[in-house]
């Protein structure tokens, strides 16, 4: 069995990202995925140091919950993203992990095999547009970076409703169906 991974990267447990990753979870499921949830609320990490040991000994020397994270997502099969957007941008969890990337192009390159799925998943209070600018730029870091192939995005308006994807039965099934191209 494969293995997909769910970065949860808002600070709020149960949000909305994480109920929409949690269906496209179950459309991957349905395939045959084995589905792992990481809360980086829950990990200890650090930003880049721009120390550059990364590109010497290809990885990172920080030894925290993004290098092990990292580590994880070189041995999986795809990686679900999701970041509520906060003035325009992606969280600020997100956005370490992103900068934390740089460690996974070491003196060879992308250390993270090619082939990866990944799906974006944003959430907004009102900016769609922005929202879908960072959906496509996450999956772009990571088709550009790490040649993995991006399977689509959700972006979700939630009007401050902390479980407004819980009741929308319409962005429930669309994250299902992008499930199943996992």
């Known amino acids: 069995m494969s293995e997909i991974i769910a970065i949860i990267s808002s600070p709020r447990t149960g949000c909305n990202s994480e109920t929409i990753a949690r269906s496209i979870a179950e459309g991957a499921e349905e395939n045959g ?57 992606t969280c600020a969890q997100y956005r370490v992990f992103e900068d934390r990337l740089y460690s996974a192009i070491g003196p060879n390159g992308s250390n993270i095999p090619a082939g990866k799925k990944v799906a974006a998943v944003v959430t907004c209070g009102a900016d769609t547009e922005d929202a879908q600018k960072e959906a496509d730029h996450m999956n772009f870091v990571f088709q550009k970076y790490f040649s993995a192939g991006p399977v689509g995005s959700i972006v979700f308006k939630d009007s401050g409703d902390k479980d407004a994807a819980s009741k929308d039965r319409d962005i429930l099934n669309q994250a299902k169906e992008l499930g199943k191209k996992f």
Do not use: W
């Open 33 to 89: 995925k084995k589905v792992r949830f990481v809360h980086m609320k829950d990990m200890e990490m650090k930003p880049c140091e721009a120390c550059n040991y990364c590109k010497i000994h290809d990885r990172c020397i920080q030894k925290d919950g993004i290098s092990a994270l990292i580590d994880d997502i070189r041995d999986c099969d795809g990686v679900i993203l999701t970041a509520p957007l906060y003035f325009g941008q």
